[in-house]
């Protein structure tokens, strides 16, 4: 299994809602990261999760809240967004044992922030 | 500094002709480089990567990428076009051992196929 999942696939929320994405991977990898992508540009790297610890935060406001309950889940949670946040929300991971790697990336969550 | 760079944001072929996707790269380090496609609303896959070894690396999709350190490119390459092709590339580089494998991504480039 080579997958990752991500749900849900479309979102539409309002500026005081609170929801969560949802990224998942069965591949015994121990680093997962998001992403945030607009329209025609390439990826944006928001977060790194290394064995279930926060790694990197790339300046993300804190109106995004990543988090990790497991080796093979990674949430992130939304909360009072804005609507410049509508994006593709992608998970990736990678495994990190020995040398270099690829990311492995799911199919997004397109949200949109009404 | 850091940077991949893609000349050609848009790039239009006719379908069996043959393609090259330009990728230039700025890495302190032993550049870890990729080619990731992907098809509108759709997340990323990879077609191929370079590691070591041999320069001229296969992947999927009858791609085929060539690293080139002297001219720090890794050029993306497919001798012929199927309008299935046609979609958003990005070059990417990093990813190397130890726990984060960050990457670095070109702009991208749009590949259109004519028919």
């Known amino acids: 299994d080579t997958e990752v999942t991500q749900t849900p696939k479309h979102l539409v929320m309002g500026m005081t809602n609170k929801k969560s994405l949802k990224c998942e991977q069965h591949m015994g990898h121990r680093a997962m990261y998001w992403y945030k992508q607009k329209a025609k540009k390439p990826p944006e790297l928001m977060f790194v999760?290394?064995?279930?610890?926060?790694?990197i935060n790339e300046s993300v406001p804190s109106r995004f809240s990543p988090e990790c309950p497991n080796s093979s889940l990674l949430n992130l949670h939304l909360h009072a967004l804005q609507p410049e946040d509508s994006a593709l929300y992608l998970c990736a991971s990678r495994p990190t044992s020995g040398g270099p790697s690829e990311q492995y990336f799911g199919p997004g969550t397109r949200l949109t922030v009404t | 500094a850091q940077s991949v760079t893609q000349p050609d944001i848009h790039i239009t072929v006719s379908e069996g002709a043959s393609l090259e996707l330009r990728c230039n790269y700025s890495y302190g380090a032993t550049p870890y480089l990729f080619w990731y496609v992907q098809s509108p609303g759709q997340g990323l896959q990879l077609l191929l990567k370079?590691?070591?070894?041999?320069?001229l690396v296969q992947g999927i999709k009858g791609f085929e990428a060539e690293f080139k350190r002297s001219q720090s490119s890794f050029n993306l390459r497919k001798p012929s076009v199927h309008w299935s092709d046609a979609a958003e590339y990005f070059c990417a580089v990093g990813g190397g051992s130890g726990n984060t494998g960050k990457l670095i991504f070109g702009q991208g480039t749009t590949l259109q196929v004519k028919p």
């Open positions: 370079y590691f070591s070894g041999d320069t």
């Open positions: 999760y290394s064995y279930e610890k926060l790694s």
